[in-house]
């Protein structure tokens, strides 16, 4: 059971660029959710995807920000032009239903530059 | 506007102490509260409490809910150095799906 899956580890982009961040749940885990951490701050939840649908993004920025998790392949969050302020770590976790201790992956340190 | 609230924010302390980290919780519809350690990668899951009073074990390291005062402690004995991490408290709530809402962690660092 390989785990929560992201990458890639390290991101750097320019401001204005768009950034991709994958995550491939673990074996089983139907639900997925994105949290970002910025430095010397706690995680803050962002959005809670399940297969093809949006769960809840109540923690999404309202502008540049945008999530999915298809029928096939792992979930992407996608940030377009990207500003300094973005840069942060990103990270993915899955469950399954009614549990509440989520799985982490090692997250996605994007810097933008 | 809930929120979760972490003390101390560090800590040093040398191989061999006992610490005790603290977690206060401002939420409506409180379901559970989960610890979580954080190294340089992914938080690892610890314990989850949802019951008050009932302690919950794992080696040296325990914690207790207490629902009348809203808070958690997560002690650790006999530290090591490979206890040094961030130790992050979360709670869940009822009627949130599964979204957790985190504390700023305590910064841990044991010496030897």
């Known amino acids: 059971n390989a785990g929560v899956m992201q990458n890639p580890r390290h991101l750097v982009r320019r401001r204005g660029q768009e950034a991709r961040l994958r995550c491939s749940p673990m074996k089983g885990h139907s639900h997925v959710y994105w949290y970002r951490q910025l430095p010397e701050e706690g995680l803050k939840f962002m959005v809670y995807l399940q297969k093809e649908n949006i769960i809840d993004e109540s923690g999404m920025p309202k502008e540049r920000f945008s999530a999915e998790f298809p029928k096939e392949g792992p979930s992407i969050l996608r940030i377009q032009q990207v500003v300094r302020g973005d840069s942060a770590a990103y990270f993915c976790?899955?469950?399954?239903?009614?549990?509440?201790?989520?799985?982490f992956g090692s997250g996605t340190r994007l810097t933008v530059v | 506007e809930d929120k979760v609230v972490q003390s101390p924010l560090s800590l040093v302390v040398h191989e061999g102490d006992t610490v005790t980290l603290n977690c206060s919780y401002e939420v409506t519809n409180f379901r559970s509260l989960l610890w979580y350690k954080q190294e340089k990668k992914a938080p690892t899951f610890l314990f989850m409490l949802?019951?008050?009073?009932i302690e919950k074990k794992s080696g040296r390291l325990s914690s207790i809910l207490d629902k009348k005062e809203l808070s958690s402690i997560l002690n650790i004995t006999a530290t090591q150095t490979g206890d040094s991490a961030i130790y992050l408290c979360?709670?869940?709530?009822?009627?949130?799906?599964?979204?957790?809402?985190f504390g700023g962690g305590t910064r841990l660092m044991v010496k030897p």
């Open positions: 949802t019951s008050s009073g």
């Open positions: 979360a709670v869940a709530q009822v009627e949130a799906g599964n979204m957790l809402t």
């Open positions: 976790a899955s469950s399954t239903v009614g549990v509440g201790g989520y799985t």
